[in-house]
C-alpha cells in the first residue's frame, strides 16, 4: 500500500511561483512512475505532468510546457512540481498520483494507469 501527502498549494498572484511536494510512505517508491493532475471547479480531472521511475523522463500537458517542471528524489521518497509564471487558469485542487512500473520508461497521461492518489493541495492564482 502506497500512501501520498501533497503539501505546498497556496495562494500567489498571476506570474509568482510555487512548488508542490508529494511524500510517499512506500518502501519501493523507485519502482512507481508519478504524476501530477489537476482539477478546477466544475471541470473533470485533467494531466499536468508525469515522471518515469528512476529514468527521468518527463512529459507534460501542453498548457503547462516550459512553466512547470516535476522532479523526484527517490531517497527522500518524494516528488515535486515546480510551478513557475502561474495563470489564473492553473487554479485547481492538484492531485499526485503513482503505479508500479515493473518494466518500461516514462510515466503516463492516463489518470486510469494511476493506483494510488493523494488528497489534493489547493493552488489559487489571483489576477
Known amino acids: 500500500q502506497v500512501q501520498l501527502v501533497e503539501s505546498g498549494g497556496g495562494l500567489v498572484q498571476a506570474g509568482g511561483s510555487l512548488r508542490l511536494s508529494c511524500a510517499s510512505s512506500?518502501?519501493?517508491?523507485?519502482?512507481?512512475?508519478m504524476g501530477w493532475f489537476r482539477q478546477a471547479p466544475g471541470k473533470e480531472r485533467e494531466f499536468v505532468a508525469t515522471?518515469?521511475?528512476?529514468?527521468?523522463?518527463?512529459y507534460y500537458a501542453d498548457s503547462v510546457k516550459g512553466r512547470f517542471t516535476i522532479s523526484r528524489d527517490n531517497a527522500k521518497n518524494t516528488v515535486y512540481l515546480q510551478m513557475n509564471s502561474l495563470k489564473p487558469e492553473d487554479t485547481a485542487v492538484y492531485y499526485c498520483a503513482a503505479y508500479f512500473r515493473a518494466y518500461g520508461s516514462g510515466g503516463s497521461a492516463k489518470a486510469s494507469e494511476y493506483d494510488y492518489w493523494g488528497q489534493g493541495t489547493q493552488v489559487t492564482v489571483s489576477s
Open positions: 512506500g518502501r519501493t517508491f523507485s519502482s512507481y512512475a
Open positions: 515522471i518515469g521511475r528512476s529514468d527521468w523522463i518527463t
